[in-house]
């Protein structure tokens, strides 16, 4: 069965920087496309960051460009998100996802983890 695992959560100030990190080994990681939701109490799932399976391009939400960054280690299996500048309506659950890059309907989800920002 496909895990992924996501870390790196917690309680921030607003300001601060946190690195998230998620990582699998049940795929063939090269083959899938990585991006990052976040899910906020009574508001929809938000596409923060995806990073594609090939030439590692990126997109980024718009609530997110020019202060986050997602990153990819396929050596390792492992997509980061580098965020920075956080600010409180970033708080949320974090999920990271995996889409094959030919067959989209393989895909599978991490359980996420909190990051909340707050004094």
């Known amino acids: 069965q496909v895990q992924l695992v996501e870390s790196g959560g917690g309680l921030v100030q607003p300001g601060g920087s946190l690195r998230l990190s998620c990582t699998t080994s049940?795929?063939?990681?090269?083959?899938?496309?990585m991006t990052w939701f976040r899910q906020a109490p009574g508001k929809e799932r938000e596409l923060v960051a995806t990073?594609?399976?090939?030439?590692?391009?990126?997109t980024y939400g718009n609530s997110v460009k020019g202060r986050f960054t997602i990153s990819r280690d396929n050596a390792n299996n492992t997509v980061y998100l580098q965020m920075s500048s956080l600010r409180p309506e970033d708080t949320g659950v974090y999920l990271c996802?995996?889409?094959?890059?030919?067959?989209?309907?393989?895909?599978?989800w991490g359980q996420g983890t909190q990051v909340t920002v707050s004094s």
């Open positions: 990073i594609i399976s090939t030439a590692g391009s990126t």
């Open positions: 996802n995996a889409r094959h890059n030919l067959v989209y309907s393989r895909q599978y």
């Open positions: 049940e795929i063939s990681f090269t083959t899938y496309d």
